[in-house]
């Protein structure tokens, strides 16, 4: 009865370098979100993805970041060309439905760029 | 746009020591509104969600209570093993899916 789980849990990256963050939701979930916790911040909503679409990706930066959740696997949060404002802790949450009583999350990827 | 504003920042009990966290939200039709916990180096853990005003519900020390522009988390005699940040979160009906804002935590530490 497997949770949210996260790959890696710890990842650091060079400015400039790609960072792919992996989230494979509850077994029989289908709704993925992404929230990004920066050093003393609060959790701030990235993106909300169904399999195979992006429903809401209002609180992800323009540049450099994407996300996908495809048919098959988990879903993967892109940055490219990182820079040292993104060194930050990133959690997946996956819910049943779109609506539903609660989110489960993930134990997050910290992310450090150097 | 929704606003959740968690007091106090940090509060430093005694065992045994009761009190309560507060939340202010701010949200045009609130949807849920969510206690979660954190531990340092961990993700949020869920507690409990809150619907409509009036409404409370009980977990061991723990017991959430929801009005119209607040909710509170009280911890009756707390004890160390509850020293982690508590967060809250509301849901709009207007917005897609159940995505969250969080406010910034109360951050509990609980002395032996």
């Known amino acids: 009865n497997a949770g949210v789980m996260q790959n890696p849990r710890h990842l650091v990256r060079r400015r400039g370098q790609e960072a792919r963050l992996r989230c494979s939701p509850m077994?029989?979930?289908?709704?993925v979100y992404w929230y990004r916790q920066l050093p003393e911040e609060g959790l701030k909503f990235m993106v909300y993805l169904q399999k195979e679409n992006i429903i809401d990706e209002s609180g992800m930066p323009k540049e450099r970041f994407s996300a996908e959740f495809p048919k098959e696997g988990p879903s993967i949060l892109r940055i490219q060309q990182v820079v040292r404002g993104d060194s930050a802790a990133y959690f997946c949450a996956s819910s049943p439905r779109e609506w539903a009583d609660t989110q489960y999350f993930g134990p997050g990827t910290r992310l450090t760029v150097l | 746009e929704d606003q959740v504003t968690q007091s106090p920042e940090a509060l430093r009990l005694q065992e045994g020591e009761s009190s309560s966290l507060n939340c202010s939200y701010t949200v045009s039709g609130l949807r849920g509104l969510f206690w979660y916990r954190q531990d340092p180096g961990k993700g949020p853990e869920f507690l409990f969600t809150l619907y409509s005003a009036g409404e409370e519900k009980e977990k061991e020390r723990l017991k959430a209570t929801l009005t119209k522009k607040e909710s509170f988390l009280h911890i009756t005699a707390p004890k160390p093993e509850d020293s982690a940040t508590y967060l809250c979160?509301?849901?709009?009906?207007?917005?897609?899916?159940?995505?969250?804002?969080f406010g910034e935590g109360t951050q509990l530490t609980v002395n032996p």
């Open positions: 077994k029989g979930h289908s709704h």
């Open positions: 979160a509301t849901a709009q009906k207007e917005t897609s899916g159940s995505r969250l804002t």
